[in-house]
Each structure stands twice: as structure tokens, then as C-alpha cells.
């Protein structure tokens, strides 16, 4: 059997619940995040034999991993297997010279800061507890705690953002250098309060989205940094180093990865599963010594074939079409490639820079 060489680890505690947030969040408990790190651990421990014996990668999501109590973070972390790369999701107001010291120590190698935007009137409709200098004090912290790999997130298409807004965003995460980052098209589910009172501006802003997202490209492009991911960016700065990451790239590339935690999925050879989204069941279940309550969806060749293509031409990279055929319709592919947005690379396939733009309307040509 497949072992996984990738872990997630989901911690699901906030401070609060962003109106456009749709991640399995829980809102303060602290009481709870004790025992909620002990049923973590057990899970592993049950679920050990499933993981590589040196896994390659650790990500640390949520929620607001660096919302757990830090004894409590300190001792999930320290008791998790050592890898390459270990990336841990922080907000920044949570980030102190205490916690970025403490990640430091226990072997988080990257960190992903949820920055979303520099301008406070578009933090204050995204219901962001930061503001602008939390960001740049929480990058200046996790600098001087002698972190080297951090990524930012940026969203863009929030109600009230202008092309102006847009570009000082760039310019303000350009002042602070990350070594990654991660620029988003808000997607706010419908029926929730967030498009109940934002509905109207939001369908504006879809008109926009293109010229967004052309933006945020050329921007980042001309200004060294690799385009290796539809929303995903990494500097390039000659030292060598590879600064994409490491653990989101083995789900694009097809990994198998092992899921901890309430709400956690997990990928295996031909099978899949989401543990349940529900605290309690999930507490209740690991102090007796049982897995969580899991929700299983069988996954045959051709639907992990068709996922592979999907992911795989988000990439920067060609998609080498070797056992992946069946997923290919070739007609579309012939049409995609006599307009220019796809070519055909050794034994696989490449979307052009303009195929890249159309993305998903591209690969739903593609894939039968």
C-alpha cells in the first residue's frame, strides 16, 4: 500500500468567523484546544502506518493555527515527525516576537501570513481583525525570529476595491519582500450573510475580475517573481533555492496526503475521506481510542486521472499525458491548440500564457 508523503494537519480556531469564510472554523474555545491537540496526536497515532516513515512536507491550516494556545501549538508541533518543510497558516495579529520564536524553534520552516489586503476599509467588509501595520509587524517578527520562507495572501475582487486599491496592495507587499505569495479571486458562497449584504457589488466586481487577475500577473512577473501556479507566485532570486510550496505543489502534482483533524481530508491510491466537521463527535471519538466519524468517496482511475489533469495544468510546468489519456478529449485538445492556448511539450501538454488566463474554461475543453 501507498503511504503519504504529505500530512495536514487542520487546526480550527478563531478569534471570530470572517462573513465570507466557508473553512471548518470554531470560533474561541480555548478551553478546548487542549484536548483538542490530544485527539490530534491520537489520530496520528492511529493513523501512523499510513504515513511515510519521513514524510516530505507538514501543513499547519485552518482556522487560525496560531490562535491555539501556544503551549498547546508548541507540543503539536514538537511531537510531529520532522520533514522538509513544515508551514504553519498565521494571522497576523496573532503573530508576536514570542510565537514567531516558538515556530522557529520547533522546526517551522515556512509561514503563510493571511494578509488579504493593506487598505483598512476593505479589511473592515472582510471582517479582518488586522489591520495594515499587524501585517507588516507580524513579517517584521517572523524576520527577526530568523524566518527566510514567508508567503503571503492577497485577495482581490472585494466590494469597494478599485484597480487602484489593487496596485497599492502590490506595492505594499513589495516593501515587505515575501519569498511567496498567494493571490486570490474572492469567492463568497452564496446564501451566506456575506452576499446577502454585498450581492449587488459583488457582481460588480466579477465584471473586473480578468483585469484583476492580468494585473496581479504582470505586476509579480516584473518584479521577479515565478508565475508557477494559477494563484501562487514565488520569488526568484538566483540563490537557487526552489520557493514554491512544497506541500500545495504534491496536491497539484497528484500526492497521496494523510488529513488530521475535525473537517481533514484525506487522498490514498483510490480512496478518499473527510473526517467529520463537527468538534465534538471528533473530540468524543479520539478520547475513546476510535477514528472520527468519516464521510468515504471511492475514487476509480479515470476520476483520479481527470483530477490530475485538472491540477496539473494549473502548473507552470507541461503535464506529462502518460497514463492520462483517458481523461483527454482530443478533439478539444486540437481546438485549444489551433487557438493558441495550449501546445503540445514532449510527451505532454502546456497551456500558453493566454491559456493560462482562461484557465478552468480552457481545461473544461480539455478533459472528457
Same mark, same amino acid.
Given at each position: 500500500?501507498?503511504?503519504?508523503?504529505?500530512?495536514?494537519?487542520?487546526?480550527?480556531?478563531?478569534?471570530?468567523?470572517?462573513?465570507?469564510?466557508?473553512?471548518?472554523?470554531?470560533?474561541?474555545?480555548?478551553?478546548?484546544?487542549?484536548?483538542?491537540?490530544?485527539?490530534?496526536?491520537?489520530?496520528? &497515532? !492511529?493513523? #501512523? *502506518? @499510513?504515513?511515510?516513515?519521513?514524510?516530505?512536507? =507538514?501543513? /499547519? $491550516?485552518?482556522? +487560525?493555527?496560531?490562535?491555539?494556545?501556544?503551549?498547546?501549538?508548541?507540543?503539536?508541533?514538537?511531537?510531529?515527525?520532522?520533514?522538509?518543510?513544515?508551514?504553519?497558516?498565521?494571522?497576523?495579529?496573532?503573530?508576536?516576537? &514570542? !510565537?514567531? #520564536? *516558538? @515556530?522557529?524553534?520547533?522546526?517551522?520552516?515556512? =509561514?503563510? /501570513? $493571511?494578509?488579504? +489586503?493593506?487598505?483598512?476599509?476593505?479589511?473592515?467588509?472582510?471582517?479582518?481583525?488586522?489591520?495594515?501595520?499587524?501585517?507588516?509587524?507580524?513579517?517584521?517578527?517572523?524576520?527577526?525570529?530568523?524566518?527566510?520562507?514567508?508567503? !503571503?495572501?492577497?485577495?482581490?475582487?472585494?466590494?469597494?476595491?478599485?484597480?487602484?486599491? /489593487?496596485?497599492?496592495?502590490?506595492?505594499?507587499?513589495?516593501?515587505?519582500?515575501?519569498?511567496?505569495?498567494?493571490?486570490?479571486?474572492?469567492?463568497?458562497?452564496?446564501?451566506?450573510?456575506?452576499?446577502?449584504?454585498?450581492?449587488?457589488?459583488?457582481?460588480?466586481?466579477?465584471?473586473?475580475?480578468?483585469?484583476?487577475?492580468?494585473?496581479?500577473?504582470?505586476?509579480?512577473?516584473?518584479?521577479?517573481?515565478?508565475?508557477?501556479?494559477?494563484?501562487?507566485?514565488?520569488?526568484?532570486?538566483?540563490?537557487?533555492?526552489?520557493?514554491?510550496?512544497?506541500?500545495?505543489?504534491?496536491?497539484?502534482?497528484?500526492?497521496?496526503?494523510?488529513?488530521?483533524?475535525?473537517?481533514?481530508?484525506?487522498?490514498?491510491?483510490?480512496?478518499?475521506?473527510?473526517?467529520?466537521?463537527?468538534?465534538?463527535?471528533?473530540?468524543?471519538?479520539?478520547?475513546?481510542?476510535?477514528?472520527?466519524?468519516?464521510?468515504?468517496?471511492?475514487?476509480?482511475?479515470?476520476?483520479?486521472?481527470?483530477?490530475?489533469?485538472?491540477?496539473?495544468?494549473?502548473?507552470?510546468?507541461?503535464?506529462?499525458?502518460?497514463?492520462?489519456?483517458?481523461?483527454?478529449?482530443?478533439?478539444?485538445?486540437?481546438?485549444?491548440?489551433?487557438?493558441?492556448?495550449?501546445?503540445?511539450?514532449?510527451?505532454?501538454?502546456?497551456?500558453?500564457?493566454?491559456?493560462?488566463?482562461?484557465?478552468?474554461?480552457?481545461?473544461?475543453?480539455?478533459?472528457?
Amino acid at each position: 500500500m501507498t503511504r503519504a508523503g504529505h500530512l495536514y494537519v487542520h487546526l480550527p480556531f478563531c478569534s471570530h468567523r470572517c462573513g465570507y469564510c466557508d473553512f471548518v472554523t470554531v470560533v474561541g474555545r480555548r478551553a478546548q484546544h487542549a484536548a483538542y491537540v490530544d485527539a490530534l496526536l491520537r489520530e496520528l &497515532e !492511529l493513523e #501512523r *502506518a @499510513l504515513l511515510a516513515d519521513e514524510p516530505e512536507t =507538514i501543513f /499547519l $491550516g485552518g482556522g +487560525t493555527p496560531t490562535f491555539t494556545e501556544l503551549p498547546e501549538l508548541v507540543r503539536l508541533l514538537e511531537a510531529l515527525p520532522p520533514v522538509g518543510e513544515l508551514t504553519v497558516e498565521a494571522n497576523p495579529e496573532t503573530v508576536t516576537p &514570542e !510565537l514567531a #520564536r *516558538a @515556530l522557529r524553534r520547533t522546526g517551522v520552516t515556512r =509561514i503563510s /501570513l $493571511g494578509a488579504q +489586503t493593506f487598505r483598512p476599509e476593505l479589511l473592515r467588509v472582510l471582517e479582518r481583525v488586522a489591520g495594515p501595520d499587524d501585517v507588516r509587524r507580524g513579517v517584521h517578527h517572523l524576520r527577526d525570529a530568523g524566518f527566510d520562507n514567508i508567503s !503571503l495572501d492577497l485577495v482581490y475582487g472585494i466590494p469597494g476595491q478599485s484597480a487602484s486599491d /489593487l496596485e497599492a496592495d502590490l506595492d505594499d507587499v513589495f516593501a515587505l519582500e515575501p519569498e511567496h505569495l498567494s493571490c486570490y479571486e474572492l469567492e463568497a458562497k452564496p446564501g451566506t450573510r456575506f452576499t446577502h449584504v454585498w450581492g449587488t457589488e459583488l457582481e460588480r466586481q466579477a465584471d473586473a475580475m480578468e483585469d484583476y487577475f492580468e494585473r496581479v500577473v504582470a505586476r509579480l512577473t516584473g518584479s521577479g517573481y515565478r508565475w508557477y501556479e494559477t494563484a501562487n507566485f514565488c520569488r526568484v532570486d538566483g540563490s537557487g533555492r526552489d520557493l514554491r510550496a512544497r506541500h500545495n505543489l504534491a496536491y497539484w502534482l497528484g500526492r497521496d496526503y494523510l488529513g488530521i483533524g475535525v473537517g481533514a481530508v484525506t487522498t490514498i491510491e483510490n480512496r478518499r475521506w473527510r473526517n467529520t466537521p463537527r468538534l465534538g463527535r471528533y473530540l468524543e471519538a479520539l478520547a475513546g481510542g476510535r477514528t472520527p466519524e468519516r464521510e468515504l468517496e471511492p475514487l476509480d482511475a479515470a476520476v483520479r486521472a481527470r483530477e490530475r489533469v485538472m491540477l496539473g495544468l494549473r502548473l507552470d510546468e507541461p503535464l506529462p499525458l502518460a497514463g492520462l489519456w483517458q481523461a483527454i478529449d482530443t478533439a478539444g485538445l486540437e481546438r485549444v491548440e489551433q487557438l493558441g492556448l495550449a501546445e503540445s511539450v514532449d510527451d505532454g501538454i502546456a497551456l500558453t500564457r493566454r491559456g493560462r488566463f482562461l484557465g478552468g474554461a480552457v481545461t473544461a475543453e480539455l478533459v472528457a
